[in-house]
């Protein structure tokens, strides 16, 4: 039986990892079509912003609905079912000429973008034992960075063959054909929870204590028998480790975005970078993070069994210094080097809440705890990185701006001692 087990598990994380980057290539595209579509359409760059911001506005309130439906769906079919619309809206996309067309196919992009990632951390939670979920979960995690990696190349690639005449082909249709595939990779792969594939939990197959059975032992009303919304409000919205999880991601996406948002404008205006030398910034900030996430997986499985947050409490200190060497340094060399520790290490902090949320939460709920701190992240976390970090530019100045990301650094410090703490607890009691 364990090595059945084995091989269903392996194969629906080599399905999530699919999938999920799929969702990115269907999402990204729209990024890298926008000059083009600013010439064709004649849009101005307020109207662009719009068309981005109406996205990421939609996928973090998707993410918290979708996220929480998941808890009660099959995961391979209601990932499957979410990709199939992204590839649905991007052939509409790719035949679409007026600008509040778009702006309702952007809205529904971002919707049904938000059906990615609850199957995914439901398919970690359910299948892989805590001894593998470090690994398993980071592995995972790294598949947006592939995914969003691969647009380049993809539609680059399409629109060197075909030519840029037919742009809307390249940037639309062609990643559309490539996330068809990655849907019948899903089905194919992905499976249902393990005892609906006719094995017992996998806290049983792997003798481990878990937090789902200790919260079914002290709670009279089982969860098939609830609704996705009184598992939400019992186990997620009322769970203190669940907030504290939710407080370190929102202040992760403050540091992720304040730094990676601005590193354009900052380097080139405020550090006199040229165009190359803070293109080479920016990709090392968002490429570091690959080898240095799958790293912090096995380390987290290896040393800090039970201590997911440890790991992540280190690098934010290491972080903390790294963004103050980044505004205090003139060279070039010195700005990219910390600039690129950041970015290795900001990411941890975000793929170890997700490790984090299955040794406190329940796995019949988390789907819904994904979906809150995906809404909260998105909504509050990019908004002080972004729209706070400019307001206190534009009043007190870039090092003012900086200050603020530090004092983000210390609050998510603090919430990761408190999620520390709050699983110490949970394990400690008998």
Known sequence: MRKRFNTFKLQSLVGV????????????????????????????TTEIGLLSSCMLITYGLSKGFMSMLADKSNP?????????????????MGFTTSF?????????????????????IITVGHWFPRSERGRASTLWNVSHNLGGGLVSPLVGGAMAYIGTEHWRIAAYIVPAIVAVAAILLVLYFVKRRPVEEGFPPVEEVFHEESVTSKVLQSHAEKPKDMTAFQIFYEFVFKNSNSWYLVFVDIFTYMVRFGMITWIPLYLMTEKGLTR??????????????????ILAGIIVDKFFKGRVMLLPMACLVVVFLCVFGYMSSSSVAAITFFATITGCLIYIPQSMVAVQAMEVIPSFALGSAVGLRGLMSY??????????????????GWDSGFYTILVGVVICFLSCFLSYRGAKKIYATK
């Open 276 to 293: 190359g030398e803070m293109g080479f910034s920016f990709l090392l900030f968002e490429w570091a993070a690959i080898p240095s996430t």
């Open 100 to 120: 509040y067309l778009f702006v309702g196919l952007v809205v529904l992009l971002g919707l049904f973008q938000g059906m990615g990632v609850g199957p995914s």
């Open 76 to 92: 391979r079919y209601f990932m499957a079912t979410g990709l199939f619309f992204c590839v649905l809206v991007n052939l509409a």
């Open 379 to 396: 909504l509050v976390g990019s908004s002080l990185g972004t729209t706070l970090f400019g307001f206190v530019v534009d009043h007190w």
């Open 17 to 44: 990892f699919i999938g999920y980057a799929a969702y990115y290539i269907v999402r990204n595209n729209f990024v890298f079509s926008t000059p083009y579509l600013k010439n064709e359409l004649q849009l101005s």
